[in-house]
């Protein structure tokens, strides 16, 4: 006589592990531990746990894509072997290359941001009209607010995309501006001019 077959109950882990794959899938920009563990109801430990496991399931050279920590949060990215398949599909404006005048006001907006368009253009010596709408176009700077000032102007920030375009965690790990290479110097010159005001 055949015996019933016993169905092994889920694992619950393995079940956390499924919602956070969904809702990294679903979000627009990278989700910190605290902000899964809300969405799926559950503890941070756990949600840490059950990271540790879409990580496995999810690394390069075994998937498509790949979970990562960048930006402050966790969330998917294409395998590098697939993106050049994903850049032909969507082609990105932040994908595409930038220009000298855009890599030269991002980098003043990600070493001293919050900052307008007059900080920028008093930095580079040239207006910077076009390179910020450029920027806020790709998404990789985004305004926070304004100058305390009658009819102060805007401030502008990067945003999550640029650290993850740029694959960085945080600001923080932003290189030295007395690293910056030679190509760079009267910008970075600049920069420290700037920041040394500010500080004063």
Not at 148 to 171: I, K
Request: glycine share 8%.
């Amino acid at each position: 006589m055949d015996r019933p077959l016993r169905l092994i109950p889920p694992d619950p882990l393995d079940r956390l592990a499924r919602t956070l794959e969904a809702l990294l899938v679903v979000a627009s920009a990278p989700l910190s531990v605290e902000e899964l563990a809300a969405a799926a109801g559950d503890d941070a430990g756990r949600v840490e746990d059950a990271l540790r496991l879409v990580g496995e399931r999810f690394a390069e050279e075994r998937s498509g894509i790949v979970l990562e920590h960048v930006g402050g949060g966790w969330a998917f990215r294409a395998a590098r072997e697939e993106a050049a398949a994903c850049a032909r599909l969507f082609e990105r404006p932040a994908q595409r290359n930038l220009s000298q005048a855009a890599l030269e006001t991002l980098a003043i907006v990600a070493y001293l941001g919050p900052c307008s368009r007059p900080d920028i253009a008093r930095i580079r010596g040239v207006a910077a009209d076009s390179a910020v709408a450029n920027l806020l176009e790709r998404g990789l700077i985004a305004e926070a607010g304004r100058e305390n000032a009658p009819g102060g102007a805007v401030r502008y920030r990067t945003t999550p995309l640029f650290e993850r375009v740029f694959g960085l965690e945080s600001l923080s790990e932003l290189p030295r501006l007395d690293d910056v290479g030679a190509d760079a110097a009267e910008i970075r010159d600049r920069l420290h001019a700037v920041a040394e005001k500010r500080s004063a």
